[in-house]
């Protein structure tokens, strides 16, 4: 069944595949009058493309330019559906032939075709993070409309190979390729990254989203709570083990009493609830973090099976980067946005 | 917008508040033939009504007992809606008048009124835990399904109170009232419960819930991937703050060379990806764990404000559990056999 | 898979069977702040009512009474779903037993059985037109929510038997039991009615809508639009054959300059668009009209075959109309009402 | 809010306009393993082009030739999404500029200003029949899934300016443009186009659509009836006012002993119920009928209103069709193509 589609209000469906023609995403919902060029939207592709992304980056050189197709005219959205398409220009296929008779480890080669009886061995396919070009570009036209209504999404890297960062001092973010809030923290990650390079092996990490200038009242109990829509979104970028909403995980250890953030006259004392209660935004900042696989494209051998069960081993060169982030970060930005986009349309729907 | 609605082929709908007349379900696109009868639904029913749980218990008395209204003729489903109602009996609404005019710390009574303009402040309303009994009702009818496919989830405490369990013996489980699969840790867990409730304070915990038996194929993707949408599921859970899958969190800190499941021609060495590859069962088992925040009406007293934002102090007695621990349990299990009997749907329109 | 739900943001799931326990809705998405009592919903409920409608009427007595069993806190809706309940109290399950192993000529028997393997023939379960009193329930809550908006719908018997009405008077409607607009016409259709249920035949009839009041932009192009959903809404009544929007079949054998409707300052000239333009509203009135088949239920034999596929007669007596109107007239005012609340909802999505 | 998507598992959803860059569709959840290319969906799209439709025809020169840009490995569907494009290749924008700031009698330009405050005037916008190509192309894959499942939808003319089709003889919609099961019928209707295009007139018509080969059991009750469906993908198409299935209009005036199809050993005796009966397909032939406006833009001179309000005079002259017909044709067969895809896969959740 179709799963390619997210929101329900603001509708993003992607398509494409890592080594086809291209890859797009098709935007219905979009409210009109909104201000849209090529640029606003190449801005935040340039972030996740191939070759960014400093230490970590894998060498595969894809200009992602975008094409806006439909949905816009004299400038400006119409409410009609923005079409985007990437032409997909640095595609090797011939480069992933010796994989077509194997399954890669921690890959999703084995399950789609188990699912689909088929499976596009180029490159992963749909299942390669190529596709995540495609959120990027759609959230960057949620993350336009959310300026306009004062919402800012945000994300950096607070822990990777097991390091996490001392500080959380935001303007450092920019000053540093890994965009962790502390340089110092940056510099061992990247020593870090050098190392297990060498190796033949791969990292993981953990990143933070905050959306600041968020309004309250937004997510729908309560199944469609925003901290559950928010989990969704996370999880279903590729490389995201885990999902956590404020204090998360630590709220377990915690009593109430700890946990709890009293309220003043001046607002909320705390913030452990990562500006979320029983569902519906707060007004509070909304934080949330995912926990970050190691890409599971490494250069050790493996082992593995081959179509006919038989055992075998697999080593993978390639254009492969070490660790998802940084180029994970604009990805998680798009899909908080986008969630908060369709959340901010549906909110219209109440009051 | 509508957001009371679980699942696209096997759709819940859920109403009702904690202290109106009933509280419900309504299933549609479950489909004909299933054997089902009250008992199937009231086994699990009873594991989450009030008064059970052991030393975690409040001492609310609801004998919630389903009725099944409508989708079953001669014993078996027609493949119609199913509609469930179970009354409320012991609601006790005047005992909730002295909230009405201020905001409980941790409770969503300040994002209700902020995002509708009006809010029952009657034990939490729509927000109250007590809506999570449709969701096991309704679960129950899932889980039956799946007890057809082969399929069984069970879910159990892993931490508490910041106490970890030790050891991981499923057979344990049914000898504990808090559903610890290591007796002695649930002793401890127990001990630290008794202590708490004196303080006046409530405690948090770690759930993880194993789906056995599922078959390869299960999810959709890139934005309906299974994990993604066990992650909604789970954390569309009042009081579940963290959501992860497999080793979760500790994959961040892993290195590809040990987060990989190498595979052998007998299945895969591991199970670090908690059974889902690329957001697709792998035919492992599914393994999921969920952040439970200590509930947060407690004795204590907290800062707060009233309705018209003048500071104020509360503290909370009443019927209320020290943890949501174990009551929550038949909750998870409830939601990861919803969405596992919707992708069980899902699946047949791929095949 | 799962049909019985109806709206995207104003949604309604229909549940209950003829003879089942209980017939009921539940509506989510209902904006709060809705001033809402059982009365509101049963004045609709008491035009639909087995028993009413005059010279076409069944005996079947049925009190109908709506139960409000959530969603309301001191007499206002809380944007929280609303469950509503219609037990049923004079269901003679029994006397359809007779028609257990046989299919009923232009009845959903044989597709039921078809489709679901399974089938309540107690008074053709879900296929009953009783379902439809949880679509009078829930529009009756569309309506009240249209009003506050000013805008009025209203159903009305422009032909019946094949007697078409010569005027349409709409005060008039009132004044007759077949809520014909035309008291003359109405005089023959009821003789008419008389005259067929002595044959032991039934009839059918066109009934036409009118939603006034409506603002610009209601509908949702390409495939949302206003129309088409009007069209759905309506044809998803058993016993509707046929749907058109303003001119409809008529303007098949028009002349473009005669279809058009030129526009002065003063507004439209004409009305054959219905109130519709491209598939969304235009502020004129919004006009549909269905095509009403004659009631399958005849006390004449007919030729049929049993569930062994062996040819058998059948004569239905029963407690049987001999036409679905009028009692088909609050339905499509429900249907009608449905879409346009739906659809005021999603405009709010767009502004 | 979005209603560019039609479909809930077989999914469509289509963008752009008539003189941007491109029209195109996605098409989520199409089964894995179909063989599918260009030429598959050219066929259709040709017999839909601009310039064809012999005596009705506009002069637009679009050679409307689809790119695949995603979906297919190996000449076979993937189950993944299918992205198609049409590039634009004659559109004369400037055509349209002396359109701008007027409203055209009996199109959207009025209700598209007023539901989205902005309009894309060049050609109707997203509002042009251009978009139906999309529809077409989406439509193609559908007819060839349907096709191996042993399904034929076909459409052809039954009236055209007032002159309704004597015969229906299926073997003689080849023999003339018009695509008229009667070529003596065909030739009257031609004569009538020529006189109508001297007059600067327009003209519309019916078309009547056949689906066989369908099993029963498709179609869910009970607001996605298959009758409710197909009224609505059919009243989608712009140019549709009125739907009706089976008898349709006519059964209004019928008794209940003409209207029902009776059932001998060898099946039903007739097809009043077109093929449905309590919405779901009872594996006779599926009929519909749609009622085709006269296309607005007519030559003779018209009263409208311009953006001030103020009294204006248009004329349209451009390259238009005098009807819809024959070019419609192939739009209705895609839209019950597209209905019946969807409804195949549904019905598979229940079995």
């Known amino acids: 069944m179709a799963g390619s589609t997210f929101g329900k209000l603001f509708r993003v469906t992607t398509w494409g595949e890592s080594h086809g023609t291209a890859v797009g995403a098709t935007i219905d919902g979009c409210p009109p009058g909104l201000e849209l060029a090529p640029d606003d939207i190449q801005h935040d592709l340039d972030r996740r493309r191939p070759g960014t992304g400093g230490p970590a980056a894998s060498p595969r050189k894809e200009p992602d330019r975008v094409e806006i197709l439909s949905g816009i005219f004299e400038g400006r959205t119409t409410g009609t559906p923005i079409s985007l398409a990437i032409f ?22 084995i399950t789609y075709l188990k699912k689909y009886g088929i499976r596009d061995h180029r490159g992963g ?10 959120r990027v570009a759609a959230g960057a036209i949620a993350r336009k409309l959310l300026a306009e209504a004062g919402i800012d999404v945000i994300a950096y890297t607070v822990a990777l190979g097991g390091l996490a960062t001392e500080r959380r001092d935001l303007t450092e973010i920019k000053n540093n390729p890994l965009r962790c809030p502390d340089s110092d923290t940056a510099a061992k990650m990247a020593e870090r990254i050098d190392q297990v390079r060498k190796e033949g092996d791969t990292l993981g990490g953990i990143v933070e989203i905050m959306a600041s200038g968020c309004p309250a009242g937004l997510g729908e109990p309560v199944f469609d709570k925003l901290d559950g829509e928010l989990a969704r979104a996370l999880m279903s970028i590729g490389a995201v083990k885990g999902v956590e909403i404020g204090a998360g995980f630590a709220a377990a250890a915690m009593k109430g009493s700890e946990n709890n953030d009293s309220i003043s006259a001046d607002g909320f004392k705390s913030n452990n609830a990562g500006g979320i209660l029983a569902g519906i935004s ?10 970050v696989k190691p890409i599971p494209s490494i250069a050790k051998e493996q082992d593995t099976i081959d179509l006919d ?11 492969h980067d070490i660790s998802a982030i940084p180029r994970i970060i604009p990805v998680c930005e798009a899909m908080v946005a986008l969630t908060l986009a369709d959340h901010m349309l549906r909110q219209r729907t109440v009051r």
């Open 125 to 134: 396919g749909r299942a390669s993070a190529r596709e995540t070009a495609a």
């Open 88 to 109: 997909n220009k640095d595609a090797h296929s011939k480069s992933y032939d010796h994989l077509k008779d194997i399954f890669r480890p921690g890959h999703g080669d």
């Open 282 to 291: 707060s007004s509070q900042d909304i934080i949330s973090r995912v926990a």
């Open 309 to 319: 069960g038989k055992p075998a081993k697999i080593k993978i060169g390639g254009r």
